[in-house]
């Protein structure tokens, strides 16, 4: 069987889309599968998707980027402004509500050892993956934390790796992927009403899933 690289973008709390997706690709012990970030926040179930996440990590070869928003979950378990910041305009509300009446204390370990064992970014002979973008002329192992998950997507330069980039992050308002040759940018807003997305990254086709369990392939 063909190995495939299938790369997921961000998901945002949307389990019912996640599993379809996952259901849809129909993954094989021979493909590698790179998860952008943002798996939290937004939408109705961060819980279901964090326990899908950890429940599928021992059984496919699964790779798992951190996201901006795994980051603004960590600073809001500190209280304070981080946390009111993150409830009022990063959708943090609705994770919370997600795991049930104690609030962030609600979150098991189990959780935050997954969020805090997520990759900064993975590299292949042929691609970098990161969950928002590169700086052209840094060698990778020497990316900010704040170009990884934070800087939007643009008009990114080629890396000088020679290598293609693929991220999420930067949602996409045409809910499809931006594909710039050298980068392709896989956030098509699913947290906001678009979709999800999985790039087979050797033919840049594509499988979607919003929301309301509506599929659709690209190719």
């Known amino acids: 069987m063909t190995k495939r690289t299938l790369a997921i973008g961000d998901i945002h709390g949307c389990l019912n889309a996640l599993k379809i997706l996952w259901k849809t690709i129909n993954p094989q012990p021979s493909d590698q599968i790179i998860f952008v970030g943002d798996y939290v926040d937004r939408g109705p179930n961060t819980k279901g998707v964090i326990d899908f996440l950890i429940e599928i990590k021992n059984k496919y070869n699964v790779i798992f980027l951190s996201g901006n928003h795994e980051e603004k979950l960590c600073l809001a378990r500190f209280g304070g402004s981080e946390i009111k910041d993150w409830l009022a305009h990063w959708g943090g509300k609705e994770t919370l509500e997600s795991y049930g009446q104690n609030g962030i204390d609600a979150i098991p370990e189990s959780h ?5 064992t997520c990759k900064p970014y993975h590299e292949t002979n042929s691609h970098i993956f990161v969950h928002a973008n590169l700086e052209h002329d840094v060698p990778l192992e020497c990316q900010t934390p704040f170009t990884l998950i934070h800087k939007k997507f643009g008009s990114p330069l080629p890396h000088s790796s020679g290598k ?24 098509t807003d699913l947290g906001r009403g678009g979709w999800l997305t999985c790039l087979h990254v050797e033919t840049n086709n594509y499988w979607q899933v919003n929301t309301k369990g509506e599929t659709r392939f690209n190719q």
């Open 164 to 187: 293609t980039m693929i991220c999420g992050h930067t949602a996409q308002q045409s809910h499809h992927p931006k594909n710039l040759g050298h980068a392709i940018c896989i956030d």
């Open 112 to 116: 935050w050892e997954f969020i805090r």
